[in-house]
C-alpha cells in the first residue's frame, strides 16, 4: 500500500542524523526538509478542497433524499471529506517534496559549520 512506503520514506528520514559534514566531517547533520514541510502543508490543503468539493457534489445528489438527509449527508460529508482529503493530500505533498529535497535542494545542514549540501546517498 501506498501509506506504507510512505512510512518507511519518514523513518529513513532519521538515518540523517548519522550522515557526515562533506566539509568538516561533522557528525551534527540535521535534515532541513524545506520541501517535505512546504508539500505537506499544499497537499493537505489541496486534499481538503478537493474532498471538500467531492463532499458538497455528494450533498447536491443528496437533495433527493430530501434536505434534512442532504443537510445531515453534508455536514459529515465535508467534515469526513476534508479530514480524509487533507490527510491524504498531506501525506502526498510530503513525499513530493521529500523527493525534492533529496534530489534538488541541499537538505542537509552541518550544525558545525554551517554548510549545507545534497545527501549523495540517497
Ligand atoms: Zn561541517
Redesign the pocket.
Known amino acids: 500500500m501506498r501509506e506504507l512506503s510512505i512510512e518507511q520514506d519518514w523513518q529513513g528520514d532519521s538515518v540523517d542524523m548519522t550522515s557526515r ?1 562533506p ?2 566531517r ?1 557528525i551534527y547533520v540535521e535534515a532541513r526538509n524545506l520541501a517535505q514541510r512546504l508539500g505537506g502543508a499544499i497537499g493537505a490543503i489541496a486534499g481538503t478542497t478537493s474532498g471538500v468539493a467531492v463532499a458538497l457534489s455528494g450533498a447536491e445528489l443528496g437533495l433527493i433524499a430530501g434536505p434534512f438527509g442532504a443537510l445531515l449527508g453534508a455536514v459529515a460529508g465535508v467534515v469526513i471529506e476534508g479530514i480524509v482529503g487533507g490527510a491524504a493530500g498531506c501525506l502526498a505533498g510530503a513525499k513530493l517534496g521529500s523527493a525534492i529535497d533529496r534530489n534538488v535542494l541541499h537538505n542537509h545542514l ?1 550544525r ?4 549545507t549540501f545534497t545527501d549523495k546517498s540517497s
Not at 112 to 115: D, I, K, P, Y
Request: glycine content about 12%.
Open positions: 559534514c566539509k568538516c561533522s552541518c558545525a559549520c554551517g554548510h
